[in-house]
């Protein structure tokens, strides 16, 4: 096998693998916090992405701009959901958040697929971050390492928040025990709905990521979700450290795949998935 | 009754019943457009084929001829299931006389048998797939625009002629990807050329980069985009990220549409080399023909999906007019074989006995941005490729209908 | 009105409505609406009475329908054979994906049926038996028991309503056997069901086969029906609309997923001209009936008469 080549699909699957991390999290954040599955969460990373879109079309702001502005955005969109219509069922089964969130995601789905086609809409990569450098094994776009890094910072700066801020243990507590925590002052329902706009934004922001080198179309989520709920229920589904390493894990492990064995690249996380299942049901860093 | 008189009332029964036959069904031509209209190939067809098919009706004078003529759409929303339901539906309690456009072989070949079976008329436009004048051929049906083996010979055989003789195949990993690398491969080493590698990639795959990395590595001055819709338009946007144009390579796209193009924008799409059977600036006829199209349709310029259903539609209602009947199926798409075709679109050109319709094919290559002068403006003309070389030879179609 | 009277009255309201139909509507369209039925009905078995929602239903009904489309167009199978092979190949899959899946509940159980589906939709993809994106077409309707010609579509229309019919009837059966019954003590308290010692795992996954097999009875037979198989069927949005119309017709009741698939093909079918908006008000019907209409058509129904009793 070739090292130089080896290397170079190691550091694309690290890439790849920061796309999953920062879904992951956003999910692992929402269920691990409120026990919801969002399974709007690739509708609200193709609607990130569309924001960054028409901010560039139409306001004629950049990419810099829609860093910031698509993941308050649609986290607003976020908090009227929750606000709205999840709030209702939290003393529901939980399977019902699943079928409210897969509702939406239709919805918006089927929206944005009825008003732009399929087609795509064309997003360039900034001029700051455009170029390749020259690594030697291979030559890496400066738009990738812009990601790995970003998405690096962002993964970690979450789990900081939550795990390791008064904020945080604010976060956690609430979900535990609601009326104590309400008890002690605290409004537990603007956690409640922060948190699930929280997760929101990050999708969003992994939108605008993705927005110059992948196609922004409106079916970009659904292909891309069913994979990171493989990864999130690989990692222990509440676990948000477990998320983004094996995010960033699985990405590795898919890119090896890719060069050795492309056909199964796209099986692969489920296979593994349907092995961590049999041996250790909840997941690598849940707790049962 | 003396013997004359037998013969003179045999006659006129006979005559009475020839009479009978040549009939418009329902008294309405009644054309149905199914396509997809809210998913993968709305652009590519959906509306669009609509406006061509009326346009085609207009043209055509129906009115004047002293045909009625109607055009209904309904989305089979990328499913065969609904296909046929809508398909067999039409044909037997809606008076739909002939089904136009259907993208997605797989609704295709689904409607192909259902027309066989009602012994109505098929028209297809939209879909890729060559059995549909191969082993799955039928007296019923006709094939216009493209297929797979005229997109893999046209793009494979023009390239190779010009110099882009050793290849590196990105696949997609499934039936239609499959049997557009391996025609091409057999037209590329036909004529010379090497495949030098290649790699076969799930479908839906979003992140091209490994791939791309290999067929930088392989050195090929050709990379061959065996895929479609998503998958092409990510490679293609992912190897402009990587540079790999701009380091001396180029990109095949096998199966690549203006719309496609039009997604990926020019700054990304620039120097990719594809094939198509219409592009709205090539002629003065076909200029025009698109001024009258976009305004109705909004500004969206017509792929050459559009350009077929009217094509078709046009040259269907030439065969009715002649025959003086649109039923049985059968008959009048022998008609329409054997009258031969010309509109403003295609030119002139014929529909062979397996229900192929044979024109030109052109390669194209996209231009740069500071090349392009108004929207739409993506090609410029590479090489013309004859009617009678573009598509799959009669003798290797396996169609039961070729003696 | 008693519950019996009430479930009695009830059959005989579809029994003479599906019988009647084909002279009404579009017989192949009814046949469509029969199969999705039996599909829904199938899935309903799982989530209704054993409480386990499956995202990942789409296998079975696909696989169903991809063996019985090949053993009729490839393998030359008679009619019923081909229906048998595709609810046969469904039962194993559902075996094989059963093991992995019980072992979670709830949430966790979804997503594992889903990702096993997606799994099967690569599959398919790939192998070449399913011809891929073209699917497999050419399925033959052999004649019935070798006398009646089912290519007459009132006669295919009474077949496949007869496979519905029975399959309808024994999952009746099933429902109000002693299995069904603990079956719906589990799902009511699974610790007290463990704690009075019955072998809760196998219970689940024995109504998890049941319901994969029928869900591939229903697939096969719709096989026959459109002659064909393809991708759509494996895929992950046939999961997502067999959910939907359980839910609107109401999970956990007996008529339910009946009336259910009957608004949501009827809706597929007629709106089909105004495109994605199927999937909008698909998205639609999904969040209005988990907000304020969790019980379903029939759900409601069977409400209101029992408040009425009162």
């Known amino acids: ?288 | 009754m003396t013997f004359k008189m037998k013969t003179l009332v045999a006659a006129a029964a006979l005559a009475l019943a020839g009479a009978a036959q040549a009939q418009i069904s329902g008294n309405v031509v009644k054309i149905g457009v199914l396509n997809d209209q809210s998913g993968l190939y709305a652009d590519l067809g959906g509306q669009g084929s609509v406006i061509a098919a009326k346009m085609a009706v207009e043209d055509f004078k129906a009115k004047e001829k002293g045909l009625n003529v109607e055009v209904i759409f309904a989305d089979h929303q990328n499913k065969p299931d609904v296909g046929t339901q809508i398909a067999s539906r039409w044909y037997d309690t809606e008076g739909v006389d002939a089904i136009v456009d259907v993208p997605t072989s797989s609704v295709a070949l689904a409607v192909n048998e259902v027309a066989r079976q009602k012994n109505k008329v098929f028209i297809d436009s939209g879909a890729a797939t060559s059995d549909l004048t191969g082993s799955k051929c039928s007296p019923n049906t006709v094939h216009w625009t493209y297929d797979t083996w005229m997109l893999a010979n046209g793009t494979g055989k023009a390239i190779v002629k010009t110099g882009g003789d050793t290849w590196f195949f990105i696949t997609a990993d499934y039936a239609f990807g499959a049997a557009l690398e391996r025609d091409t491969t057999a037209v590329i080493v036909k004529n010379g050329g090497k495949v030098v590698g290649g790699v076969k990639v799930p479908l839906g795959t979003q992140d091209f980069s490994s791939f791309l990395l290999q067929a930088q590595a392989s050195k090929a001055k050709i990379i061959g985009l065996a895929n479609a819709g998503g998958d092409t338009i990510n490679s293609i946007k992912q190897a402009s990220e990587f540079g790999i144009v701009k380091g001396g390579q180029n990109l095949a796209g096998l199966l690549v549409f203006l719309t496609d193009v039009h997604g990926i924008g020019l700054d990304k799409a620039q120097g990719l080399i594809l094939t198509e059977t219409f592009y709205w600036d090539m002629n003065d006829q076909t200029r025009a023909w698109t001024k009258r199209f976009i305004a109705q349709s909004g500004g969206k310029y017509p792929t050459m999906v559009h350009a077929g259903v009217y094509a078709g539609v046009l040259h269907y209602l030439k065969a009715v007019a002649a025959l003086k009947s649109d039923e049985p199926g059968i008959k009048v798409v022998e008609e329409m074989k054997k009258l031969p075709t010309d509109d403003p679109l295609f030119g002139k050109g014929t529909i062979r006995a397996d229900g192929r319709k044979i024109h030109n094919a052109y390669l194209f290559e996209v231009k740069k941005p500071s090349e392009s002068k108004g929207p739409y403006d993506y090609y410029k003309l590479r090489a013309t490729i004859p009617a009678d070389e573009a598509f799959r030879p009669l003798k290797d179609d396996g169609c039961s209908l070729v003696k | 009105m008693s519950a019996e009277r009430y479930e009695r009255v009830a059959f005989a309201v579809m029994f003479v409505a599906f019988a009647a139909a084909p002279f009404v509507i579009y017989p192949a369209f009814g046949m469509q609406l029969l199969c999705f039925a039996l599909f829904a009905c199938a899935f309903n078995l799982l989530i209704g009475f054993g409480g386990l929602l499956s995202f990942g239903h789409a296998m079975f009904f696909g696989m169903g329908s991809y063996l019985a489309a090949q053993a009729s167009a490839v393998w030359g199978f008679p009619i019923e054979a081909a229906i048998l092979t595709g609810a046969a190949t469904a039962l194993v899959l559902g075996v094989a994906s059963g093991f992995i899946a019980i072992r979670r509940q709830g949430i966790y159980f979804a997503m594992i049926t889903l990702a096993l589906a997606q799994m099967v939709y690569f599959f398919c993809l790939r192998a070449p038996f399913t011809g891929g994106e073209n699917g497999i077409q050419g399925v033959k309707r052999t004649n019935l028991l070798g006398l009646v010609d089912l290519n007459q579509p009132l006669a295919m229309y009474y077949f496949v309503f007869a496979v519905f019919i029975l399959a309808f009837l024994l999952i009746h059966r099933i429902i109000h056997s002693p299995f069904g019954q603990v079956l719906k003590a589990i799902r009511e308290n699974e610790p007290r069901a463990i704690s009075l010692g019955y072998r809760v795992e196998r219970y689940k996954l024995t109504a998890f086969v049941m319901s994969a097999t029928l869900a591939g009875l229903a697939g096969a037979t719709k096989a026959m029906v459109t002659q064909n198989a393809s991708l759509t069927d494996v895929y992950w949005t046939m999961s997502g609309e067999v959910v939907l119309m359980t839910l609107l017709g109401g999970m956990g009741t007996v008529f339910g997923p009946v009336v259910g698939a009957v608004v949501i093909i009827s809706m597929q079918l007629y709106l089909a001209e105004l495109g994605a908006w199927v999937t909008i008000i698909q998205g639609g019907i999904f969040v209005f009936c988990v907000l304020a209409f969790r019980r379903g058509i029939v759900g409601e129904i069977e409400a209101w008469l029992r408040h009425r009793k009162a």
């Open chain 1, 1 to 288: 096998m070739n090292t130089q080549a080896l290397f170079g699909q190691l550091l694309i699957g690290l890439i790849n693998g920061s796309f999953y991390a920062l879904l992951s999290l956003g999910l692992a954040v929402i269920f691990g916090l409120l026990n919801i599955i969002n399974f709007a969460h690739g509708a609200l990373y193709m609607l990130g992405a569309f924001v960054a879109y028409f901010l560039l079309e139409k306001v004629g702001l950049g990419y810099w701009w829609a860093l910031v502005i698509a993941p308050i955005a649609v986290g607003a969109v976020g908090v009227v959901i929750e606000r709205l219509m999840l709030s209702r069922l939290y003393k529901l089964d939980h399977l019902y958040g699943l079928l409210l969130t897969f509702g939406l995601a239709l919805i918006l789905e089927g929206a944005f697929s009825h008003e732009f086609g399929s087609a795509g809409m064309p997003y360039s990569i900034p001029d700051s971050l455009q170029g390749v450098q020259n690594l030697g094994f291979m030559y890496l776009p400066n738009y990738r390492a812009w990601v790995i890094v970003a998405s690096l910072v962002v993964c970690f700066s979450t789990w900081f928040l939550i795990e390791r801020t008064k904020l945080g243990v604010y976060l956690r507590a609430a979900t535990e025990n609601p009326s104590l925590v309400q008890s002690f002052g605290v409004n537990v329902p603007r956690m409640i709905t922060l948190t699930y706009g929280l997760g929101v934004g990050l999708a969003a922001l992994a939108g605008v990521f993705a927005a110059p080198i992948y196609q922004v179309s409106p079916q970009m989520g659904s292909s891309l979700i069913i994979v990171v709920f493989a990864v999130v229920v690989i990692g222990g589904m509440g676990s948000i450290m477990g998320s983004i390493l094996t995010g960033f894990g699985l990405g590795i492990i898919e890119g090896l795949t890719k060069y050795i064995y492309p056909e199964a690249s796209s099986t692969v996380i489920f296979v593994i998935m349907a092995i961590v299942l049999m041996i250790r049901p909840q997941g690598l860093f849940g707790q049962r």
